[in-house]
């Protein structure tokens, strides 16, 4: 009974909405959205109720939740976060953080531009000539085309030149990377027929040789960039492969899939092999990403010779795939930072971050522990640590970078609630948990964003 009369006092949607608190979100939360945050919080008021609770059912209070869940609901799904973790193509967080330059296209690019548009002859232009140029400047390939992911380009290089042939690949590159996508489900999808060669760990020349016959479409090398087979090995190089391909007359087709521009020297990017010597070795067609270790946005790009990138840019799948007047203003523009090397080692984020100096990031993992011990109870332990930071997105998974962070831990515990409400804030932070201290690793931050952890630390304390 007593239920019944506490249901009854629950306060009606329309004086919700016109309560005071709730009246502060005018003009900056639509009237329909309010609505729906009443709506919700009394829904919830109900359930507790029949489930024996005791919800506070005052007006004042309900109303501060109503404006709470309403400004919730009024956040934009994809919102910038802080990206503390140390994993610098951090696949949760968007991998690659864009350049200046990157941004300032994309921008420019959000009106009218000339996507397929000649300028100069005043008629009808193609988008896939747009950024073509510069690939083939920068590769050293006869000729270039854009899709929109990586996925993109090994389905479209499969779906044009090996639809119904036979694909040889060697058991140990059977690759899987996030989300499933699996080498052998999409050449399923392609219409291509896998042919397996080699055993996961050994794979020789003679084993492709030896599936060489009629049915024969592509001879296909998938770099293992997200995992190693270590130990009892031989792999075939794509010399090799190239080789064997001209003997035959098959195309030669590399996935490369992070798609690095230059060497990372010692810092572990050895193991990587920069896409302008793929292309030397001959192959028809090199994949690889946009958004992982080139630092653009997401994007397939797919480079190669002339007669190979024509099969696919024909391809009846190339409408569906194409990439979008934004992703190739960015593109392009993360580009063209390529031609002086210097300059793209300073001003691509990823590059910046990868070939950070020890010195740089002690530096900063030093000025970092020093603003948050201004700010928060002197019971809490603060101290710069050294530790590792992560290539992340499927690259350079042996790749250890040495790094210096900031180490954050509470005499009572208690640090997984600390993380909690620093990932619930505004912005987001995302940092590690690490033997139950709060590790900040000062190689993912940007310019201004120890502050605004220094801040929300105190907050959370």
Do not use: W
Request: one cysteine or more; hydrophobic letters at 45%; aromatic letters at 2%.
């Amino acid at each position: 009974m007593a239920n019944k009369e506490r249901l009854r006092s629950i306060p009606a949607v329309e004086k919700l909405l016109n309560h005071p608190k709730v009246r502060e979100l005018e003009g900056f939360v639509p009237r329909s959205l309010a609505a729906r945050a009443v709506r919700e919080v009394l829904a919830e008021a109900r359930r507790e109720l029949a489930e024996g609770r005791e919800p506070d059912l005052s007006p004042g209070l309900l109303a501060e939740k109503c404006k709470n869940r309403a400004l919730s609901l009024n956040l934009p799904a994809m919102r910038r976060v802080i990206n503390a973790t140390g994993v610098v193509l951090h696949t949760n967080l968007g991998r690659a953080p864009l350049s200046q330059p990157a941004v300032e296209a994309m921008r420019e690019a959000a009106g009218y531009v000339n996507l397929e548009y000649d300028i100069e002859k005043g008629g009808r232009g193609h988008r896939h000539d747009l950024v073509a140029e510069i690939l083939c400047e920068l590769t050293g390939a006869e000729a270039a085309l854009v899709v929109n992911n990586n996925a993109a380009a090994v389905l479209l290089t499969l779906a044009a030149l090996a639809k119904g042939g036979e694909v040889v690949v060697s058991r140990g590159e059977m690759v899987e990377v996030g989300g499933a996508f699996r080498i052998p489900e999409v050449m399923a999808q392609s219409g291509a027929v896998l042919r397996e060669v080699g055993a996961t760990n050994k794979t020789r020349a003679a084993d492709y040789e030896a599936a060489i016959g009629p049915q024969t479409a592509l001879l296909m090398k998938v770099h293992t960039s997200n995992y190693r087979v270590m130990g009892f090995t031989e792999e075939v190089s794509l010399e090799e492969m190239v080789a064997l391909g001209k003997k035959h007359g098959v195309m030669v087709a590399n996935d490369l899939g992070s798609g690095l521009f230059f060497g990372l020297g010692p810092l572990g990017g050895d193991a990587e092999p920069p896409v302008v010597e793929v292309v030397k070795a001959g192959a028809d067609i090199v994949t690889f990403s946009g958004d992982k270790l080139l630092g653009g946005p997401q994007a397939g790009i797919i480079v190669g010779t002339k007669q190979a990138v024509a099969a696919l840019r024909n391809h009846p799948l190339m409408r569906a795939l194409r990439p979008d007047k934004v992703t190739l203003a960015a593109l392009e523009a993360t580009l063209r930072l390529y031609r002086d090397p210097q300059r793209a080692k300073e001003e691509i984020p990823v590059l910046r971050m990868l070939l950070a100096s020890d010195e740089r990031l002690k530096a900063d993992a030093e000025a970092l522990a020093q603003a948050i011990k201004a700010v928060i109870p002197a019971t809490a332990k603060v101290r710069v640590a050294k530790d590792f930071s992560e290539a992340g997105g499927g690259s350079l998974p042996l790749a250890r970078f040495p790094t210096h962070v900031v180490s954050v831990s509470l005499p009572s515990g208690g640090i997984s609630r600390v993380e909690e409400k620093l990932r619930l804030g505004d912005p987001p932070i995302i940092a590690r948990v690490k033997e139950s201290a709060l590790v900040l690793d000062p190689r993912t931050l940007c310019a201004g964003e120890g502050i605004i952890i220094a801040q929300a630390l105190a907050a959370a304390l």
